[in-house]
């Protein structure tokens, strides 16, 4: 029967030696070198390999994520293809590798070869076909490259070249060694098109200088791997592993209550030069491929504000090998134009979170005091009324009084509290919102079980937190959670997806406590309500578009109840960005109290794309899109286009 044969009438055993000699310095040189990449970071191999080892559990999904290729197909369809080509080819040559060397083991222990017959032949089949991917593939590489020359940094240029050409000489030996091989053989058989393809015989020389050239260069590529862009597919599994916490949870610099109690209040907050960025973070920027997959989806960047957040990324990635201040690179309003709406940290294919570093730099700035009149007066409002609006906390929910549901200090459980907001409770429109929900939980004849706060409620804390004083996010914290304790609160019901994701995702960093509260967004309960027919609606005639807001919809993941409700009482039109992929109104990150250089506003842009879809009104979810997307609505349509909550929605077609 016809079996590999892998070194001709080559002497195997020196052929072996010669092998493995090579692999065993290849993966020695490939951690000395790793060590020292690692070193220059200020992390030791020991640490990296625990990261990448505690957390074994989520490689299975990183996997899945990579295998799929799901970030890389999702908007750049070329690039994304000849990557996924790219890594397929080499994932099976590494696996048809292996296969092999378990031919020679078990040729070695048995006598006899498992690479024989059909198997081989299939083997051989498969193995052809993958060289010529990979070929193509890193040619397409190369193109890709050569057209991205400007933005591509010289080193990395140079060294992702000379990796792609490896690319297409291991591939092109691959497929003459398969031929020459079968050739000598002097098989005749489809299965090895490579054969037919080059159809000729060669020396034992040639081949020999062949084989060894092909396997020493694979085992030179691995070698240099830490040196090189490739090591971005490591990083990228660092980065995947190194936080668990949603995109919509920013990380907590320090304690408040810790260094109160211990009186330690010398801490380092935030990055003003590059060396604040430490340990794992420098790797975190160094996973950056320059490939624009952020930049092509910033709201910011598409409002022409002077944000690039590939820039940033690139600008501190360099910025760590100088060493210097961040501001002789960045400019403040670069910082001022993110709106923190999470499309940049979605669309990265190496999981880098660029609202991380962009909260540091705002945190650094606020420690220095460096804020606008507008900037100052948010943060003068929640010192001094504990609310965003600057009016007296007091008043804040009188107006609900006479809404039909009780405040939590007159019930003796709080099934759910309904958290109202600063929005909620000062802003007219929003006020609305509230009081349409109000009417639908009547209408469920649930009224008894929901209270709210009244003047006991202030700001959840989002808007400080996300202009960079964490201080100010956790003192808020912290009373809010003591409030919640003093009324045993078990479910919170939010009409704003940024206190949703404040209660939701971040407080329980601040206290555990809160692991076990339940909290839900409007729209999840009014889907509960429908599901268990405790309110009843009709269907209408009108055309409806949704607006998902960034923090329910893309840091959240919650896309379905808007659409289970909004297909119940009318036609829904989705706009080009729309669910998990959606695009920001322009009020996140604390912009909503601000302003930042732009061509055009961002809510403009959205708005625009929102009535491109042809429907008479556009369903909001949250507050702040209602009020951004409402004044665009007036600017750009007259107001013909009606912006409406989706609670209005329910409420107008209730029966
Ligand atoms: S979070 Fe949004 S606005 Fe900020 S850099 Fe990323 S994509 Fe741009
Ligand atoms: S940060 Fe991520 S998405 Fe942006 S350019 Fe770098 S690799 Fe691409």
């Not at 109690?261 to 420098?282: H, L, M, P, W």
């Not at 001094?384 to 019930?411: H, M, Y």
């Not at 889907?527 to 893309?554: A, G």
Request: net charge neutral; with cysteine; proline share 3%.
């Amino acid at each position: 029967m016809l079996c590999y044969p892998e070194y001709l009438d080559l002497p195997r055993i020196y052929m072996m030696f010669a092998v493995y000699l090579s692999a065993s310095l290849s993966v020695l040189f490939f951690f000395l070198l790793l060590e020292l990449r690692l070193k220059r970071n200020g992390i030791s191999l020991k640490e990296f390999l625990v990261l990448i080892f505690k957390k074994y559990r989520n490689w299975g999904s990183y996997i899945s994520d990579v295998l799929t290729h799901r970030k890389f197909l999702r908007d750049r369809k070329t690039g994304g293809i000849s990557h996924f080509f790219m890594v397929y080819a080499l994932l099976l040559s590494f696996i048809g590798t292996m296969l092999v060397a378990y031919n020679q083991y078990y040729d070695i222990i048995t006598g006899s070869q498992v690479f024989c017959g059909i198997f081989f032949e299939s083997y051989s089949f498969v193995m052809d076909v993958v060289m010529w991917i990979l070929f193509f593939s890193s040619l397409g590489g190369l193109v890709a490259l050569y057209l991205r020359r400007k933005i591509v940094p010289k080193k990395d240029m140079f060294f992702n070249s000379l990796y792609l050409l490896g690319f297409v000489y291991l591939a092109l030996t691959g497929a003459l060694l398969e031929s020459f091989r079968i050739n000598y053989l002097g098989i005749k058989s489809y299965y090895f098109f490579n054969s037919i393809l080059f159809g000729f015989k060669i020396s034992y020389f040639e081949y020999l200088l062949a084989y060894i050239s092909h396997f020493e260069l694979a085992f030179f590529l691995i070698a240099i791997i830490p040196e090189t862009s490739v090591f971005h597919s490591l990083l990228s599994l660092t980065n995947y592993l190194k936080d668990e916490r949603p995109s919509g949870e920013l990380r907590k610099p320090f304690d408040l209550k810790e260094i109160m109690e211990k009186g330690a209040f010398d801490v380092q907050v935030g990055i003003n030069k590059t060396s604040d960025i430490k340990g794992f973070d420098r790797l975190e920027l160094e996973a950056c491929m320059h490939c624009y997959r952020c930049q092509d989806v910033c709201p910011a960047y598409a409002a022409g504000r002077p944000l690039s957040p590939t820039e940033l990324i690139t600008g501190l990635k360099e910025g760590i090998k100088r060493e210097e201040a961040i501001w002789d690179f960045i400019q403040e309003d670069t910082i001022w134009s993110c709106t923190t709406c999470g499309a940049c940290i979605e669309a990265c294919p190496v999981y880098i979170r660029h609202t991380d570093y962009i909260v540091d730099s705002r945190r650094a700035l606020v420690m220095d005091m460096k804020l606008d009149e507008k900037k100052n007066a948010l943060l003068l409002s929640l010192s001094s009324q504990e609310n965003t609006i600057g009016v007296p906390n007091q008043d804040r929910n009188s107006w609900l009084s006479g809404e039909g549901i009780k405040k939590a200090s007159e019930v003796n459980d709080v099934k759910n509290l309904l958290w109202v907001g600063c929005m909620g409770s000062f802003d007219p429109e929003a006020r609305d919102i509230v009081k349409n929900f109000i009417e639908i939980i009547k209408k469920a004849e649930l009224q008894e079980d929901y209270a709210y706060l009244g003047e006991e409620e202030t700001c959840c804390g989002d808007p400080a937190r996300r202009i960079g004083e964490e201080s100010k996010f956790q003192d808020l914290a912290i009373k809010n959670i003591e409030l919640f304790k003093k009324y045993n609160i078990k479910n919170i019901v939010t009409i704003c997806p940024h206190g949703y994701n404040t209660f939701k995702n971040e407080y329980a960093k601040i206290d555990p406590w809160m692991k076990n509260v339940n909290v839900r967004h409007y729209s999840e309960v009014i889907q509960e309500l429908l599901e268990k027919e405790k309110i009843k609606v009709r269907m209408s005639e009108e055309v409806l578009t949704i607006h998902d807001p960034c923090y329910l919809s893309r840091h959240n993941g919650v896309v379905e109840p808007q659409r289970f409700i909004l297909k119940k009482v009318g036609k829904i039109k989705e706009p080009q960005h729309s669910g998990k992929n959606t695009f920001c109104c322009g009020a996140g990150g604390s912009n909503y109290w601000y302003e930042v250089k732009e061509n055009e506003k961002i809510s403009h842009i959205r708005f625009k794309e929102l009535r491109n879809t042809g429907a008479s009104s556009v369903v909001v979810l949250c507050p702040f899109c209602n009020a951004m997307l409402n004044d665009a609505s007036t600017v750009l349509s007259d107001g013909k286009i009606k912006v409406k909550d989706i609670a209005e929605a329910v409420r107008d077609n209730l029966v």
